[in-house]
């Protein structure tokens, strides 16, 4: 990740003295130039907090690899805790993009529970979402982590979609009326999260693999259930 | 976790200015009462570095919460990587004592897969031990991290109980000639991992509901591949 241009380090600590205040709430500095430089920072911080960890992590350290002052940070985002949860936004609309770009035309029912062995192999394409998922994720299972509801929320919204396929494969009459719908959920979003820690940890395991590992569990839950 | 007694302090201070250096690489000091002490910073660091990380915690912290002088500790662990390493091998001595403790006799085949549900269950009466293996597990998916090697170990460990009872399956002419064994095994230790890390982030999730869950994908695989 390339960093800031240093000359950053001249101009915005003074702004950030005049305004920054005024701009941790809105958390969006105006202008196309100032939203770059956001998007530049979330990126690099992005990849110190999946390599350190958030706590881990000091704004300094985070000023220095984007070629900024610690003041001239602070003017686009206040705190640790502003910056991280900015990050997990970033990220999850990264995550979203990939999604939306997986098909034409959504899928349903066993197809969608399917498509999450193609999810799983796309995300291989973008190591550093992954480390920094897993980094992360790790930390924030202490409740008074300041990642943890972000944690919940992107376990929801993950066991959602999937819940959402079964029950669309149960209004097609292609579900069994004994599938233990709300396990298989659970372990499908956890066989995910523990696939990529081996993948990330493991340099012998390749993502080719890992999807390949998944797609036989998917299709066991398939061959199972499908009614 | 009750700190260590703080004469600690006075005593052992000393000491590690004598012999520390000759006893780095035995890594036992002699005698009782060094061996009970040891025992208590083993404990004392694992909770440490399970809220901390191994990258957020240092040594003057786990010497705090030890009632110990840093020299004090370092007289008993000389580096942080020498501390970690113990409280890791520790930890696994104990998940070994779980599991031997799970049954009268050994299962074998489909039994020693069904076992893994007990042992998920049991595991919760631990929970700063699965905290402590997530927290770091999360850390060490980098390659340069400390805990990399143990985390590489743990899974290989794990995997190969697993893969031993679906070859002892397949001895018994119960296991499908077509079934995906080295997928089944990665998914079922990732399942484990990920199903852990939603038990320790969500105060709603129980863990009976967990190996309850846990359950329902083994009976799925073995009711798909049981032949």
Known sequence: MPPVPSQENATSGTAANASGRLRRNSGRPKGADSAARREEILATAAQVFSEEGYRGTSMSSVARACGLSQTGLLHHFATKDVLLGAVMEWRDAQD?????????????????????????????????????????????????????????????????????????AEEDGRLSADAPVDSLVRCLVATMDGLQMQWLSDPDYDGAAMADDFGALIRTIRERWEA
């Open 96 to 168: 979203m993009a990939l999604l939306d770009g997986l098909d034409q035309g959504v899928p349903r029912a066993w197809a969608a529970v399917e498509r999450l062995e193609r999810l799983v192999r796309l995300n291989t394409r973008q190591p550093g979402m992954i480390r920094l998922f897993t980094t992360l994720a790790g930390e924030a299972t202490a409740h008074d982590h300041p990642a943890n509801s972000w944690l919940l929320e992107h376990h929801r919204l993950a066991e959602e979609m999937i819940r959402r396929a079964f029950r669309e």
